[in-house]
């Protein structure tokens, strides 16, 4: 079973639809992280969770909603998405968020694709 | 504040031959450094890090990186290219007290035969 699973790996939705991403991590680390990966973009972090709580909010907008109801489980609750909105979504995990020299863990990535 | 630059956003090898890949750092605090591969249509992988130990640092498949702070570099290289190296490869750096990785652009790397 690897570090971080992330499911689904690939989702198509229309821009009403109500979808969700989830992220598991078998590693007993307290921080996780969500980025986004566009196609010809640098990685973008959209949000930090240290022990449960959020810590970082990069500025992404409402229609994103994340939910970390423990230390093992991070969602991407996504709602009334844009087209632009496609991309990889990529989950990640490290010992602490407070830890500088600690390398982050990467799952596989849900495709999302918005119709 | 802290960022990379990863000069070239593709580079073409030739199997057998040397793989250089580049990557600029600033940051106002010392850093902690990292390389990172991802294979298509998989998450990103650590290769090696950068974490004041040794400046010569040494990875899985053969890569390795060295930290130069008097260029504030941390390049990666691999002697002998293989089929299998083709993917695309992150630098990035943690130095901020929350430890956010800030990655740079990405090389996508191509291996020819």
């Known amino acids: 079973e690897t570090g971080v699973t992330q499911t689904p790996r690939h989702l198509v939705m229309g821009m009403t639809n109500k979808k969700s991403l989830k992220c598991e991590q078998h590693l007993g680390h307290n921080a996780m992280y969500w980025y986004k990966q566009s196609a010809k973009k640098p990685l973008e972090l959209m949000f930090v969770y240290n022990f449960k709580e959020q810590t970082e909010n990069n500025s992404v907008p409402s229609r994103f909603s994340p939910e970390c109801p423990n230390s093992s489980h991070l969602f991407l609750h996504l709602h009334t998405l844009q087209p632009e909105d496609s991309a990889l979504y990529l989950c990640?995990?490290?010992?602490?968020?407070?830890?500088?020299?600690?390398?982050?863990?990467f799952g596989q990535g849900t495709r999302l694709t918005v119709v | 504040a802290q960022s990379v630059t990863q000069l070239g956003s593709h580079v073409s090898v030739s199997e057998g031959a040397l793989v250089l890949l580049r990557c600029n750092y600033s940051s106002s605090v010392p850093p902690y450094l990292f390389w990172y591969v991802q294979y298509p249509n998989q998450g990103l992988q650590l290769l090696l890090k950068?974490?004041?130990?040794?400046?010569l640092v040494k990875g899985i498949n053969g890569f390795e990186a060295e930290f130069k702070k008097s260029e504030t570099s941390f390049h990666l290289t691999k002697p002998s290219a293989h089929m299998s190296d083709a993917a695309e490869y992150f630098c990035?750096?943690?130095?901020?007290?929350?430890?956010?990785?800030?990655f740079g652009a990405g090389t996508q790397v191509v291996v020819t035969p």
């Open positions: 990035a750096v943690s130095a901020s007290s929350w430890g956010k990785l800030q």
């Open positions: 990640a995990s490290s010992q602490e968020a407070s830890r500088v020299n600690t390398e982050a863990f």
């Open positions: 950068y974490t004041s130990a040794a400046t």
